[in-house]
């Protein structure tokens, strides 16, 4: 399919090409991804600003709008390749992987606050991008964001469902990632440009650094 973007995302575009290439079965049904949604902003007080914790591609393509971004952290999750990507990163055939939240540690990334006005909207769009097979859980955490707490929403991976990978080596990683390629573009690039965007952000991720490396290495020709 053609590069996706956010005119791909409003038409539910990804969604209608996987279904068109016979893979209906991987994804959440409509009814699904609107009701989690709904689940979701249901457990948030109204009229209280909504915040969106990005630790992956949302950093360096939100393809949302937004009013605020800001350096955050999380504490009690951690970020790593811990979803198996049979749409986005990977197909059914070759599966690439994608970050997610994980119990234990802490997390850098970054905070996106939503406009008052139009959030429902941007919401919807980021559900679709996010909530495609039902493998990340959506949930309110604490974020700090300069020495104040927000509560943010952040996707934190779903252990229960076939697409948890469990814990993977650098070589395993760096191994899928190098092969595999999706409806987002490959799982290298992905790899590449989440270590990319964190090191200009300042923030410190030695083993995605390190993967990095380890991709560049083995990505030379012999």
């Not at 690439?96 to 909207?121: I, P, T």
């Not at 859980?137 to 697409?163: C, E, H, L, Y």
Request: one cysteine or more; hydrophobic letters at 40%; a positive charge.
């Amino acid at each position: 399919m053609a590069k996706v973007d956010r005119s791909v995302l409003e038409k539910d575009g990804v969604r209608q090409a996987v279904r068109d290439a016979g893979h209906g079965h991987l994804l959440m049904s409509d009814e699904d991804v609107a009701a989690s949604l709904a689940s979701t902003l249901g457990a948030h007080p109204k009229g209280k600003p909504i915040w969106v914790f990005g630790y992956g591609s949302l950093i360096w393509n939100p393809l949302m709008e937004f009013a605020e971004r800001r350096r955050a952290r999380v504490r009690g999750y951690h970020r790593g390749f811990y979803i198996w990507s049979k749409i986005n990163r990977g197909t059914p055939e070759v599966p690439g992987l994608v970050l997610a939240l994980h119990n234990g540690g802490s997390c850098q990334g970054v905070a996106y606050r939503m406009h008052d006005d139009k959030f429902e909207a941007e919401l919807a769009i980021l559900w679709r991008r996010e909530m495609v097979a039902g493998t990340y859980m959506p949930k309110w955490i604490n974020a700090d964001i300069g020495g104040a707490t927000v509560r943010a929403i952040a996707f934190v991976v779903n252990r229960s469902k076939p697409g948890y990978t469990g814990r993977l080596d650098d070589e395993q990683i760096v191994s899928i990632a190098l092969r595999a390629h999706g409806a987002y573009g490959s799982c290298a690039d992905y790899l590449i440009n989440t270590a990319a965007s964190l090191e200009l952000a300042g923030i410190a991720d030695p083993r995605l650094s390190r993967l990095a490396r380890l991709l560049q290495v083995k990505a030379k020709p012999a």
